[in-house]
Structure formats: structure tokens, C-alpha cells
T-cell receptor, first 114, second 112 residues
Framework: EAGVTQSPTHLIKTRGQQATLRCSPISGHTSVYWYQQALGLGLQFLLWYDEGEERNRGNFPPRFSGRQFPNYSSELNVNALELEDSALYLC?????????????FGEGSWLTVV | GQQLNQSPQSMFIQEGEDVSMNCTSSSIFNTWLWYKQDPGEGPVLLIALYKAGELTSNGRLTAQFGITRKDSFLNISASIPSDVGIYFCAGCQNTGGFKTIFGAGTRLFVKA
């Protein structure tokens, strides 16, 4: 069974541009989470989607946004990129918000802003 | 806000030694999770604990869900070089939806 898959693996953007990262959850999972991990640092919670709706948001500016599609896949958009947005972006999934208290991570997408 | 205190921040050990790390919080959790992250990769779930007092093993790894539901520990026995990585604890609460909080991680270095 496929795990959480993310694309692209690596992305290089210029400051001010927009980046879009994609995530497919484990089959049967309806919740998707996004985390940012800057180099050498811990996991910073970005967004949580379940059943197509945004359920929770971390302490990030509005230029970080996303959505969840009817097939439960998700994308994360980062607008007006800044150098400090360079990080590993991790997507995770779990069973829905009623029963999904164990989250599984994808391999991550490396975003480099130059 | 809520946070988990994970310690130690880093450990430098010899191959074959046992390792112990823990997480504590002032908040109560329904679930404790332990992950390992290899460099450049996503965290991989090692052990999930769902009941206070639960002691669970996965090979050389053993983890326990504290009786107070505010802490958990992870032990690694007879460490080997491939144990190198960052170990994260995570506590999960069910507050009308699952809220998962991560510790800052323990960086483990194993010398052969």
C-alpha cells in the first residue's frame, strides 16, 4: 500500500514567486497536515485539512494557503516567496478527525528560495 | 501555548550503548507517538501509544505512555550506527478534532 506521496521532491524558486506543493494521502485517510521544517529545526505546524475543509492553521502569514480536493489530496501554496521560506515541507495524513490520531509523513518537498 | 519538552536535545554515544529520551508536558494527551527522521527524509513512525501506562516494544525500541498521560519515554537498546537521526515525540489530543504537538527532537549520534 502506498504511503503519503509528495511532489515535487525539490523546487527552486526566486524571491517573490509562488510555489505549489502537492500531497496524496494514504488511501482511506481523509485528513492531511502540512508542516514546515527549516534546516536543523523542528516541525512547525502549518495547516490541517479534513473532508475538504481547513480545520486548523498554525502561526503562519496568509501567504501560506492550501486546499484539499474531493479525492483528499492536497496542495500547499506559498505566495510572495521569501528567502526564509526555504525549508523541507512535510505532508502527513491520518484517518479522519473523528478517529485519526496517528499521523504518517511523506518524504517531503525541499523548497529553496534564491 | 501548549508544548512538549523533549530531552536531551542531542546525544553522542558509542555503538552498543543503550539510549533513553523522554518528553514531558503540562498537558494531558490521548496518544503519544515517536518518530525517527533520517537526514533529508520525512519522519517515520516508530511506536504509537494509545493508553496510559502502556509499554510497547518494536525490536530494540521500547516506549511507554506515562501514567499521568503527561509524559512518555523511548529507549533504544544496543544502539547501532543506523540509529543515527532525529527522534521526535508527539502528543495528540482529541479536542473536537485531533491536535498533534511535536517535541523539538533529540539528535542521536552513534560512534562505531
Amino acid at each position: 500500500e502506498a504511503g503519503v506521496t509528495q511532489s515535487p521532491t525539490h523546487l527552486i524558486k526566486t524571491r517573490g514567486q509562488q510555489a505549489t506543493l502537492r500531497c496524496s494521502p494514504i488511501s482511506g485517510h481523509t485528513s492531511v497536515y502540512w508542516y514546515q521544517q527549516a534546516l536543523g529545526l523542528g516541525l512547525q505546524f502549518l495547516l490541517w485539512y479534513d473532508e475538504g475543509e481547513e480545520r486548523n492553521r498554525g502561526n503562519f502569514p496568509p501567504r501560506f494557503s492550501g486546499r484539499q480536493f474531493p479525492n483528499y489530496s492536497s496542495e500547499l501554496n506559498v505566495n510572495a516567496l521569501e528567502l526564509e521560506d526555504s525549508a523541507l515541507y512535510l505532508c502527513a495524513s491520518s484517518l479522519g478527525r473523528i478517529s485519526g490520531n496517528t499521523i504518517y509523513f511523506g518524504e517531503g518537498s525541499w523548497l529553496t528560495v534564491v | 501555548g501548549q508544548q512538549l519538552n523533549q530531552s536531551p536535545q542531542s546525544m553522542f554515544i558509542q555503538e552498543g550503548e543503550d539510549v533513553s529520551m523522554n518528553c514531558t508536558s503540562s498537558s494531558i494527551f490521548n496518544t503519544w507517538l515517536w518518530y525517527k527522521q533520517d537526514p533529508g527524509e520525512g519522519p517515520v513512525l516508530l511506536i504509537a501509544l494509545y493508553k496510559a501506562g502502556e509499554l510497547t516494544s518494536n525490536g530494540r525500541l521500547t516506549a511507554q505512555f506515562g501514567i499521568t498521560r503527561k509524559d512518555s519515554f523511548l529507549n533504544i537498546s544496543a544502539s547501532i550506527p543506523s540509529d543515527v537521526g532525529i527522534y521526535f515525540c508527539a502528543g495528540c489530543q482529541n479536542t473536537g478534532g485531533f491536535k498533534t504537538i511535536f517535541g523539538a527532537g533529540t539528535r542521536l549520534f552513534v560512534k562505531a
